[in-house]
């Protein structure tokens, strides 16, 4: 044992610095806090987006642009995407239930079968919307597109 391995036993040096409880701690007089302002005044919580009297940056940038607040978002899947489901899983019928087991959407997305790709089996899709181009895919090949809500 020399004095570069001593280390102090186990437990008794868990506990952190007690902040305002006099000179002793080596945090006594302001307690950690500066010298005067806000932050060192009881009571004080910073408003959020506060950069201490600066102008913030939210009031900064120009603001511009328009978000229509009735926007319907819907998540794209290719009619691509519907062939290699059908091969790998077998099915003849395609509806949002199948698409949410197979882990292309999530809970509450809607869904639009968008164009993009090849498609040869003749398959029954029901989605919230479809694109022209994908409806015309999978009737061309015997398929229905029903539209649900």
Do not use: C, W
């Not at 186990?10 to 806090?33: L, P, Q, V, Y």
């Not at 500066?34 to 932050?39: I, L, W, Y």
């Not at 009571?43 to 940038?61: C, H, V």
């Not at 993009?116 to 989605?127: C, D, M, P, R």
Request: hydrophobic share 35%.
């Amino acid at each position: 044992m020399k004095l570069n391995n001593l280390t102090p036993a186990a437990g008794s040096k868990g506990r952190e610095k007690r902040i305002g409880r006099g000179e002793g701690s080596g945090h006594g007089g302001t307690s950690t806090r500066g010298h005067k302002g806000a932050q060192a005044r009881s009571g004080y919580s910073r408003k959020i987006g506060f950069e201490g009297g600066q102008m913030p940056i939210q009031r900064r940038l120009p603001k511009f642009g328009f978000t229509n607040p009735t926007r319907v978002e819907y998540k794209g899947i290719n009619v691509a995407t519907l062939q290699t489901l059908a091969e790998t899983h077998n099915v003849a019928v395609i509806t949002v239930d199948t698409l949410r087991e197979a882990g292309f959407i999530n809970k509450n997305q809607l869904v639009k079968i968008l164009g993009n790709g090849e498609l040869t089996a003749k398959l029954e899709v029901s989605a919230n919307a479809f694109s022209k181009s994908a409806i015309a895919k999978i009737e061309a090949v015997g398929g229905t597109a029903t539209t649900i809500k």
